[in-house]
């Protein structure tokens, strides 16, 4: 089993787990998400590599940050973790690659680094940001940042401090990739 299997396994059983211990049926995750059934479905059963808009949308309907539900169905609990341990995810539809770098622990912090091929663009719905305060911090690149109707346009060194939830989307431009990195303070 490759990486990105086990790791897209681990991602559809933590939705289950989430969905399971609220109680929730298929069809009322479905309609909380607006994820279809038939998807999350296949998610759980990880025959399916969600999108990252798709983990937006679950993990907003589950009062999580996306962050939050990747570093529970990623990680062990530890104040040190190792370049080569730190979980990456790959957005299937854009190529997108999520580095979870910070260490699991009860710090409200989570860091994570991303990887934007030239072109791309991940939307995020704004259900996926109403838990949390979250910095964008441009390391490499040029980053379009869409924050409902306000565009930030980003290089190197930059950083946003996100204002209240709206619809975002991330879009790279440019020819290069861009890295940057996603800061999220958890609330409670």
Same mark, same amino acid.
């Given at each position: 089993?490759?990486?990105?299997?086990?790791?897209?396994?681990? !991602?559809?059983?933590?939705?289950?787990? &989430?969905? &399971?211990?609220? *109680?929730?049926?298929?069809?009322?995750?479905? *309609?909380?998400?607006?994820?279809?059934?038939?998807? %999350?479905?296949? !998610?759980?059963?990880?025959? =399916? #590599? @969600?999108?990252?808009?798709?983990?937006?949308?679950?993990?907003?309907?589950?009062?999580? #940050?996306?962050?939050?539900?990747?570093?529970?169905?990623?990680?062990?609990?530890?104040?040190?973790?190792?370049?080569?341990?730190?979980?990456?995810? %790959?957005?299937?539809?854009? +190529?997108?690659?999520?580095?979870?770098? =910070?260490?699991?622990?009860?710090? @409200?912090?989570?860091?994570?680094? %991303?990887?934007?091929?030239?072109?791309?663009?991940?939307?995020? @719905?704004? =259900?996926?940001?109403?838990?949390?305060?979250?910095? %964008?911090?441009?390391?490499? +690149?040029?980053?379009?940042?869409?924050? *409902?109707?306000? #565009?930030?346009?980003?290089?190197?060194?930059?950083?946003? &401090?996100?204002?209240?939830?709206?619809?975002?989307?991330?879009?790279?431009?440019?020819?290069?990739?861009?890295?940057?990195?996603?800061?999220?303070?958890? =609330? *409670?």
């Amino acid at each position: 089993m490759s990486q990105l299997d086990d790791i897209d396994r681990r !991602i559809g059983a933590r939705i289950r787990i &989430e969905r &399971e211990s609220r *109680g929730w049926s298929l069809t009322e995750l479905a *309609g909380r998400s607006a994820v279809s059934r038939a998807m %999350i479905h296949k !998610i759980e059963r990880g025959e =399916s #590599s @969600p999108t990252a808009m798709l983990l937006g949308k679950l993990s907003g309907a589950f009062s999580l #940050s996306m962050s939050a539900l990747m570093a529970r169905a990623e990680m062990q609990q530890g104040r040190f973790l190792r370049k080569e341990e730190q979980p990456v995810w %790959i957005d299937p539809q854009t +190529g997108y690659e999520r580095r979870h770098v =910070s260490p699991k622990s009860d710090l @409200p912090l989570d860091l994570v680094r %991303i990887e934007l091929p030239a072109g791309a663009e991940v939307p995020m @719905p704004a =259900s996926a940001y109403a838990f949390m305060r979250q910095l %964008i911090w441009v390391l490499e +690149g040029r980053l379009t940042f869409l924050e *409902g109707e306000v #565009s930030h346009f980003m290089t190197a060194g930059d950083c946003l &401090e996100l204002g209240p939830p709206t619809d975002c989307v991330f879009r790279n431009e440019s020819q290069e990739p861009c890295t940057y990195a996603v800061l999220v303070l958890r =609330s *409670g």
